[in-house]
């Protein structure tokens, strides 16, 4: 499978005069033609800045890009201009942001805003541009018709499926979606879900699906990332995560989802908080809230230590600590 995003190396800070705030360190993705990578972790893990950072949109300042690769179709785009990189946003890669409710203009109807797009990009006539939009809409499951409709008439779940109208509309290699179901109520998310899969394999579109819910993971995701406070603890397909997760981290997040065959009254809850970000423990990370942290961990950083094709960074499988529970082959689930 051709690669068409290769990610070697991302940091990412924003810096003040008080403080440094390290959101993503030593980012590493790769993702193929038509594939999906569930990005994964708690609120503050630097998911979304991973994202900006992707699409060259980190604020600067305070945020900057300190080091790394971006390689999309085998380009750099830490190296090409701003207007070559305006070229590429919204037509080879686009991102649905956070809460649809406020990405959309209030006073342009929902057929301007898609045909805005498409005009861009596309050397289309404004009444060209305007009956593709109308066929966007049609794809995401609006009539075409509500072409001059304001966000206002639309309730939530339409408006997400706008966005996404908007987001597809030059057919993107990349699509970068930032928790596309939040805010969405449980029947309404399946149908953007599904709407979401059905598009993909359509267009044969690449996604990268940021999120802290699993059961979404596993309904649209072939590769997941695990992260935490900036870094990806670990990586692999989604076989590799759900059946043999490694990380002690992962074994929390799993643990702390309800199960329906097992009787207990009370779930396992992940101890503490994610740690601040311009107070980053030494050592691994995740060592505070570890249940296997043993002395080392406070003071060797882990390395990424990769078993055919599953990443993982834990000192206890580069054999520095002894944690049978770990690495005896019991980190199935």
Do not use: W
């Not at 785009?77 to 919204?90: C, F, H, Q, T, Y």
Request: negative net charge; hydrophobic residues 40%; aromatic residues 4%.
């Amino acid at each position: 499978m051709e690669k068409l995003l290769n990610i070697k190396n991302l940091s990412i800070n924003y810096e003040t005069d008080d403080e440094k705030v390290m959101a993503v360190t030593d980012l590493e993705i790769e993702l193929g033609e038509g594939e999906t990578l569930g990005l994964v972790g708690e609120t503050g893990a630097g998911k979304t800045t991973a994202a900006l950072g992707i699409m060259r949109l980190v604020p600067n300042p305070p945020g900057k890009i300190i080091s790394g690769e971006i390689y999309f179709q085998e380009r750099n785009l830490l190296n090409i201009s701003e207007e070559d990189m305006r070229a590429i946003r919204g037509r080879s890669i686009s991102m649905i942001f956070q809460d649809p409710m406020t990405s959309l203009n209030p006073v342009l109807t929902v057929g301007y805003q898609i045909a805005e797009v498409i005009q861009i990009h596309e050397e289309l006539s404004a009444k060209d541009a305007m009956n593709k939009a109308s066929e966007m809409l049609e794809l995401v499951g609006i009539p075409g018709n509500r072409l001059n409709d304001y966000p206002h008439q639309f309730s939530g779940g339409m408006k997400q499926r706008v966005i996404i109208a908007i987001a597809l509309a030059c057919n993107p290699k990349l699509l970068i979606a930032d928790e596309p179901t939040t805010a969405l109520d449980v029947t309404i998310q399946a149908q953007v879900l599904d709407l979401m899969n059905e598009l993909k394999e359509k267009l044969k579109t690449s996604m990268i699906l940021i999120t802290h819910d699993l059961g979404v993971v596993a309904q649209v995701c072939d590769k997941v990332a695990i992260m935490y406070a900036g870094e990806i603890v670990e990586s692999g397909t989604l076989v590799d995560i759900f059946e043999h997760p490694m990380h002690p981290y992962t074994h929390g997040l799993f643990d702390s989802i309800p199960n329906l065959d097992d009787d207990v009254t009370r779930l396992k809850p992940i101890k503490g908080l994610m740690p601040d970000p311009t107070n980053l423990p030494s050592g691994c990370r995740f060592h505070p809230r570890c249940p296997y942290a043993q002395k080392e961990c406070s003071v060797v950083s882990p390395k990424t230590v990769s078993k055919d094709g599953h990443k993982v960074k834990c000192l206890a499988y580069e054999g520095i600590i002894n944690v049978p529970e770990l690495q005896g082959g019991e980190n199935g689930r």
